[in-house]
């Protein structure tokens, strides 16, 4: 039987989550001049409100997934690399990952937001075939919102 490629995270997991995180993010508060949101979560409190996954399931984590549902779709809040796992496949895995754990929970579709200059993650999400929406007018200029559909079962 195959192993699994990922596991749910427990609270015991949030520090190396917390350490991930902040790796993969570090390039970025430079350029868009603010910490993105990942970098500040209580990720203790995101595996105990949210669903999280890690990968892979045993050893150093090399990416995290946080899922939000809400009532027809399921957010992605969070998909971090770590630079040593960037181009192996481990963004890709979570985000199939997620498209399984949508359907297991009926969602019709898959969000996501990034920043507009956050343009590594833009081009993997376009190239994953994920579409482009419209950013609601409250919102900052700088999000762009991805979707992806969810076929049914």
């Known amino acids: 039987m195959p192993q699994p490629l990922m596991r749910r995270a427990q609270v015991a997991d949030s520090e190396d989550i917390g350490r991930l995180v902040a790796e993969a993010y570090a ?16 990720q203790a409190r995101e595996i105990v ?20 549902q809400e009532p027809t779709e399921l957010w992605v809040d969070n998909l971090a ?12 895995a979570l985000l199939d990952h997620a498209t399984v754990r949508g359907k297991a929970r ?8 990034t920043h507009e200059l956050m343009t590594e993650n833009r081009a993997l999400y376009d190239h994953l075939g994920w579409e ?17 559909r969810i076929e049914s079962p």
């Open 49 to 68: 409100e949210k669903e999280v996954w890690v990968c892979p399931p045993e050893g150093e984590i090399q990416g995290v997934l946080v899922l939000r």
């Open 27 to 42: 390039h970025y508060p430079a350029r868009i001049g603010a910490r993105p949101a990942p970098m500040d979560a209580d």
């Open 106 to 113: 009926g969602a019709r579709e898959l969000r996501l937001l």
């Open 132 to 148: 482009q929406i419209e950013t609601p007018p409250y919102e900052r200029m700088s999000r762009v919102y991805f979707r992806k």
């Open 81 to 92: 690399v770590g630079p040593k796992a960037a181009g192996s496949g481990v963004a890709r």
